[in-house]
């Protein structure tokens, strides 16, 4: 079974933690997701950098534009998690823009993830019709798990949609605005949790943007199966490096 899945049938809420790979440095990457899975986090989204960040909040934008000045890449980020499973055992996704997976080939992509242990992907900008009809076969060939995104504003029929094409758990933006740490979540952000718990989905559902500590990761969960903090951790390590990572998670759960 795919390690995302696995690890969804755990009586638990989920902690997933974002970062840019080769940020701070480029050879940062593996210290990182080893120490944030000694720390007790359940899931990691590796961002792969791209020069053209739509959704990413500043701290996000700022973090992958350093990446790619560091010389982070594709190519080297395969190379860097080749050996990623002799160390790591929990789920691993990647998340980026479908640019550079189109540019390194997707059939090459998808082989290559299978090969080096990742069990999923999340492509904001692939759109649900597009991956169903030109790519769904070759993702489920090679044992990825696409995880699509829904906001405060997508439709109850498009809902509907994505949990029916979808396998692991829907990624719940928690607004509309682009990603960062927040204070708390509003009387919006509640009324859609509430509109999305009560759709009875059949895919738990994993919080992402304006996640930033252990309040904001209790708001999130109370409906939900988990969250995702990015910017806040991103944050952590431009402040502190790579030598306090397990300091950061603490004070989430």
Known sequence: MNRIKQKLQEDKKILSIYFSAGYPNLDDTVKIIQDLEKSGVDLIEIGLPFSDPLAD??????SSSAALKNGMNTALLFEQLKDI???VSIPLILMGYFNPVLQYGVAAFCAKCEEIGIDGLILPDLPLDVYQREYEPIFKKHGLINIFLITPQTSDERI??????SEGFIYMVS???TTGAKQGFGAEQSDYFDRIANMKLSNPQIVGFGISNAE???QATKKAKGAIIGSAFIKHLTANGVTSIGDFVKQIR
Not at 57 to 62: A, K, N
Not at 160 to 165: N, S, V
């Open 85 to 87: 499973r002799k160390t």
């Open 216 to 218: 904001t990761f209790e």
């Open 57 to 62: 909040g500043p701290t996000i934008q700022e």
């Open 175 to 177: 607004s509309a605005s």
């Open 160 to 165: 509907k949609a994505i949990d029916d094409a």
